[in-house]
């Protein structure tokens, strides 16, 4: 009896953990950086998105998978499920996952590093200048009218990103010569993953938010980061939930605003993994018999969820918010 209550005790922690985690540290999908694990974000309008699923579980190669004949990507999966499996018991156990989660989004971020490398370097030379990538990116604002440039396309002035750019090229450039090495490129690109670049983020994401530049997110201004009301429609539940969880986890001293620290706190969360929620997820999600790990035959029986499939995504149903 004793452990059954445990049993159940540990799965409904791990069904609060799920929907805690994926109401409260990924919902805002513009700003949270789930990209670690996938360039999709993980909800789309608040919609479970499988694709990130399938990036995160296979990187690039969730391409090649959509491509496939179920048969042929179950076949592939299975040989994945090995791999995975690295002490062969026939069970891949959370740790297991999160190594291979782990992996993918290491192997992604350096496969695209490699590739804009390559893009705006095709000499391969050992660093490049801003001056050189400012030409290749932001070029075209020479050739523009003034005026035209000044326009904005949906709230962003191309002259604007290019300052921010420069900033942040500057933040990247560690040992301050101007030019960058692919290390600092590296910085540049995926600056969520370098330490030295968070402060960076934050600032960018405060700045996108703060409409009124006072240096604090408002409630109105969270809100409005997302989502627009039209004129007559009524507000809905999601948006409600948004507003609880800006008040409750969000604005932590309670002061009606998020500072710099909350801001950072949100979208860069110390002591959040995100190899590991997503391996609790898929877990859950495939985990028929509830023993916390999966077995070839779980996998393969859910094997839309892991891999592209044109079938239908059972998840969306389990995770849209309004099911909760
Ligand atoms: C920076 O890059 C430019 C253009 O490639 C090059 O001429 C210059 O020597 C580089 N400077 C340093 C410090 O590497």
């Known amino acids: 009896m004793r452990t059954m209550v445990t049993k159940q005790g540990v799965l ?3 069904i609060i953990y799920v929907v805690v985690c994926h109401t409260k540290e990924e919902s805002h999908s513009d700003r949270v950086y789930n990209r670690e694990v996938s360039g999709k974000e993980h909800f789309e309008n608040e919609h479970h998105n499988p694709e990130y699923d399938h990036e995160a579980f296979l990187g690039e190669e969730s391409k090649t998978f959509d491509q496939l004949p179920p048969e042929e990507s179950k076949r592939r999966l299975g040989i994945i499920v090995d791999k995975i499996d690295t002490n062969k018991d026939g069970f891949i156990t959370r740790e297991e996952l999160k190594d291979w989660i782990r992996y993918t989004q290491k192997r992604y971020i350096t496969e695209d590093v490699d590739r804009q490398w390559k893009q705006y370097n095709p000499e391969e030379k050992l660093t490049i200048s801003w001056d050189h990538y400012r030409q290749l990116v932001y070029g075209f604002l020479d050739n ?3 005026s ?12 604007n990103m290019m300052k921010r ?12 010569d101007g030019n960058l090495t692919k290390e600092e490129f590296a910085g540049f690109l995926h600056p969520e993953e370098t330490d030295h ?3 960076i983020v934050v600032l960018e994401t405060m700045e996108d938010i703060d409409k009124d530049k006072d240096g604090k997110v408002s409630l109105k201004e969270y809100i409005g ?15 409600k939930s948004e507003k609880e969880q ?3 986890y969000r604005d932590k001293d309670g002061d009606g605003f998020m ?3 909350e801001v950072k706190n949100w979208i860069l969360p110390d002591d959040f993994d995100h190899a590991e929620a997503e391996a609790r997820h898929l877990i859950y999600e495939a985990d028929s018999d509830a023993d916390e790990q999966l077995t070839k035959e779980e996998v393969l029986s859910k094997y839309d969820l892991f891999v592209g499939s044109k079938a239908t995504d059972f998840g969306e149903a389990l995770t849209r918010h309004d099911e909760f």
Request: no cysteine.
């Open 197 to 199: 670049m968070r402060d």
């Open 246 to 248: 800006f008040n409750i």
């Open 12 to 14: 409904l922690l791990i």
């Open 144 to 146: 523009m009218d003034p």
């Open 165 to 176: 750019d420069q900033r942040r090229w500057a933040v990247a450039d560690a040992d301050g």
């Open 259 to 261: 500072d710099d620290k």
């Open 148 to 159: 035209e440039v000044e326009q904005d396309t949906e709230g962003i002035s191309y002259r």
């Open 225 to 239: 980061d997302m989502y627009h009301m039209e004129e007559g429609e009524e507000e809905p539940d999601w948006v």
